[in-house]
């Protein structure tokens, strides 16, 4: 089975290797960067499994390198683990809305924080893949984007649901009530009508790619 690889950003030489120890001890194959120019280099060419990030950087705050990481196609869906002093709640919580999968607060122990890696990649690969591609269409679940070819799509947050789950169930047909369980979560005020009209909407959006979306007459909409 691959090594999964773990990209720790951190410039305290000596905490960076305490985790890489105990992260290879665990079978993950660790990569060291001391800054964040250097990490955002190296993703430019280059891609990890999970990426711990040390919010108090020498050059670029981790903050601004999560930012950059999660705002690039290529790198939105790593799932990242930020690194915080136990004083800095407002970066934890503006690390959580940047898109990061967890935090774990200095002083930490290391097997706490090899725990934590397992868990956010058993829950990145029980959510299944984070970008699914069909041809020209790319569907990033997690920088909740959808692309034709390099284009992205202007959806809303109900389009972008929706797409989601036409495109993991893709060649399945789903009836008009899955659909409102599955993207309205059953919500009551919601009819079949209003799925109608957001498959309409999202077929307009798509262009030429919206004939994809085939109506299935008497039973609902699949994505072919």
Not at 84 to 106: F, I, N, P, Q, S
Not at 161 to 182: D, F, H, Q, Y
């Amino acid at each position: 089975m691959k090594s999964r690889k773990v990209v720790i950003v951190e410039d305290e030489g000596d905490v960076a290797q305490l985790v890489s120890f105990h992260l290879e001890r665990e079978g993950f194959t660790p990569l060291i960067f001391g800054d964040g120019e250097s990490f955002l280099a190296f993703m430019e060419r280059n891609s990890c499994d999970l990426v711990i990030l040390d919010l108090m950087l020498p050059d670029i705050g981790g903050l601004e390198v999560l930012k950059i990481l999660k705002g690039r196609k290529d790198t939105a869906s790593i799932p990242v683990i930020i690194l915080t002093a136990k004083g800095e709640e407002m970066d934890r919580v503006l690390g959580l809305e940047l898109g990061a999968d967890d935090y774990v607060v200095k002083p930490f122990s290391p097997r706490e924080l090899t725990a934590r890696v397992k868990a956010v990649l058993r829950r990145s690969d029980r959510e299944g893949p984070s970008v699914i591609s069909m041809d020209e269409m790319r569907i990033d679940r997690k920088g909740k984007a959808v692309f034709i070819g390099e284009e992205e799509l202007s959806l809303s947050p109900l389009e972008f649901r929706l797409m989601e789950v036409l495109a993991t169930n893709r060649g399945e047909v789903l009836s008009r009530k899955e659909l409102l369980r599955l993207v309205w979560e059953g919500e009551e005020s919601v009819t079949e009508r209003t799925v109608d009209v957001h498959i309409r909407n999202l077929r307009v959006k798509m262009g030429e790619a919206g004939k994809r979306i085939k109506t299935i007459r008497g039973w609902g909409y699949k994505l072919s």
